[in-house]
């Protein structure tokens, strides 16, 4: 199985790929398109040299390498993609290859947080509207478009990752719920700007406070970004909604992993 994680930035999004990467049966690959994002629309991201010469800048070979072999022989290769990396150019059939999964985050908590690292941000920097469109394009193909919430995620990480694996087809394994502290050998070289929290952690952090109040310049960015992620929002699934839909199609078949107590259905 191939999985393609949408998200944009400061979204669980590494934390994420680190615990598809704790399961043995699981390579993974950190932003492939982010070399090819930069040499095209030429922004001066932290260490743009150093990430141009790390990844293949052709969008064209890097959509070839994404359906192409699992590395080194793994069942499951767990791609991290950031949406605003697919600008106009960047190829999508590839898309239509592998199962396509859209995390999302509340965006006052994705510009609190990527103002932090990089001020002033702008819609087109945190992805959302990227992200509902490759949600619509992969919607008119017939695939059904998974979406999770990265707050339901930390709520209750059990819950939600037992959910999502039900979503892709995937058998949930424990160890996706830890992975070691350090960072991962598939980190982008970008990982040493950006991952400094993650790096410490070794599962994810516990449920999200109240939404952090955004600057009045930036205000203008939350109000464009809160329609595509309430849009979005509205197909999350959650555990309940899985187990509810699990039971009603098959109600003897519920996996082993899906944590108890709950009711079957008749």
């Given at each position: 199985m191939k999985i393609a994680m949408w998200s944009g930035p400061r979204n669980l999004s590494?934390?994420?790929?680190y615990s598809f990467a704790n399961r043995p049966d699981c390579a993974v690959?950190?932003?492939?398109?982010?070399?090819?994002y930069l040499a095209q629309t030429g922004l001066n991201h932290p260490m743009r040299e150093e990430i141009l010469a790390s990844q293949p800048n052709d969008p064209e070979r890097v959509s070839k390498m994404l359906v192409g072999p699992n590395p080194h022989g793994h069942k499951h290769f767990y791609q991290k993609h950031m949406t605003q990396h697919m600008i106009a150019g960047v190829p999508r059939d590839w898309m239509r290859d592998v199962v396509n999964v859209f995390l999302i985050r509340h965006p006052a908590?994705?510009?609190?947080?990527?103002a932090a690292k990089r001020e002033n941000p702008t819609l087109a920097d945190i992805g959302f509207r990227q992200q509902a469109e490759l949600f619509d394009l992969v919607a008119s193909w017939g695939q059904k478009p998974i979406v999770i919430d990265s707050h339901d995620i930390r709520a209750n990480p059990h819950h939600a990752l037992n959910a999502l694996c039900a979503a892709i087809g995937l058998p949930f394994d424990d160890a996706m719920l830890h992975w070691p502290a350090g960072g991962?050998?598939?980190d982008g070289i970008w990982a040493r700007h950006w991952y400094g929290a993650v790096w410490k952690s070794t599962g994810f952090a516990s449920a999200e406070g109240p939404l952090p109040k955004i600057p009045n310049h930036l205000q203008p960015v939350l109000d464009?970004?809160?329609?595509?992620?309430?849009s979005l929002k509205a197909s999350a699934i959650t555990y309940q909604r899985q187990?509810?839909?699990?039971?009603r199609v098959t109600p003897k078949a519920c996996p082993a992993s899906w944590p108890r107590p709950y009711r079957q259905t008749p």
């Open positions: 590494t934390a994420l790929m690959l950190d932003e492939p398109f982010y070399a090819s908590r994705v510009i609190a947080s990527y991962h050998p598939s464009d970004a809160l329609p595509f992620f309430e187990l509810h839909e699990r039971m």
